[in-house]
Each structure stands twice: as structure tokens, then as C-alpha cells.
């Protein structure tokens, strides 16, 4: 599924994703970035801009703006079809930071990833069944990685690794650590480290729409908000 993400390498959103996260117009985002306030880049032969999740969570907390890509970029780890309490607890304990959801049906754990936009889902195949296992490893959504148990006679993981699987075992003989080693490697190469970002901020009303509209404005906000490159 492409939601406009690209996670190969560094996470990149448009004008309208940073606009919504930020909770301001797209002009406004479109402005910071002709003022060389924000970070980004033109799309080659386009008017289009794109900006790096780094950049925007730096811009972010340097102006104290409040900032929901926080929540929709929560670490998840969703168990499909799993009974293992016991393994799971420990599990937990291991990935503190984490998020964990339970649920019973690869539709359920769909629906649960839409709300974040990066993750683990850890599958039952004996539960879940191996072609729609494969089917929806094959399709994952962008920032999403899997990671499958195997029924007791099936010790072959080799198709699901190749259909881009993080890590596949047996039901009965996976190991909390083996999981977290994977969860956290994949997460480490998908997004960047996020900070915590206060919910409000002095920098909102610094940076509204009458302040944008000349060059002269440009540099009064880059004065008054420090650190940041003159416009010349």
C-alpha cells in the first residue's frame, strides 16, 4: 500500500501531511520553506515540495509546536492469533516503549496498522493460514515489517523471508529475545529517532500567515526565533 510515505531510508511527507501534523495551512508550510525556515526539497520539474520527518521534527521542537506525528509514528508490535501470555509479558518487558495490541485476524491487524505508520505484525500462520500470511507480507504497508511463527511440521521459512518476512520460527520455540532483536533492527533502519515534543508552543503564533508575506517577514521570524540561517 503507498500512503505517500517513503520508507527506504528516511521517511519523506508532502506540504499537506507536514500542514496536518503541525496543525496549519499548506501555504503556511509552503512559506516556511520559500523563507528557508523548514528543510525540504522541489520535486524536479514540479512546484511540488517534499520535506524529511527529521527535518519537520527538528523544526518542530526548536519552535516548541505541538506535533501529532508523534502518536501516528508509535512503535507497535500487534500479535495475531497469539496465546503465548507468558512469552508475550516478557515481551513486553524487553520493548518498553513499545506499543502492543492483541487481536485474532489479519483483517483486525490491518485495521490496527492504519492508525501508525510503523511497526511489527508478529502472525500465527496456524492461525492466520499461510497463503494469507504471504499474501499480506508481499503487500505490507510502507514502515511495516512481520514476523511469523510456523506450525510445528512446517520448519521452512525460506518463502516468507523471501516475500520480505523479518524473522520466521516455530510456534512453540520462538524466543522473546529473537523477536525483539528483529522488531528493533527493523525499526532502527525504518525511522529515526523521534524526540518528545511538548503540545503547545510560543512559535504558533510567531508563524501565522500576515508575518509570511514579504522577505522583510522572513527575517523578522528568523531573528526572532534564533538558530536558525538568514535569509539573504
Known sequence: MNNGTNYVGRVILTTGQVAVQLGVAPRTVSKWFDCNLLKGYRIPGSQDRRFYIQDVIAFAELHGMGNNLLRS????LIFVGMDQSDKIEILEGLLKDW????VQSLFDAGWESG??????????VSH????STLQLIRNRKSGWGWIVLLPEDDEDGAEFLEAGCLWAGQYSRWLPDDVMNAAMIWMNGTIPKLPR???KGRYNKLLDDKSMGNNNGCQRIQES???I???T
Open 115 to 124: 492508525s501508525s505508520q510503523c511497526g511489527v505484525v508478529m502472525a500465527n
Open 197 to 199: 515534543l511538548p503540545t
Open 99 to 102: 506499543g502492543f495490541i492483541e
Open 128 to 131: 492466520c493460514g499461510r497463503s
Open 73 to 76: 509514528m508509535e512503535k507497535r
Open 229 to 231: 540561517r538568514q535569509v
Open 225 to 227: 526565533a534564533g538558530g
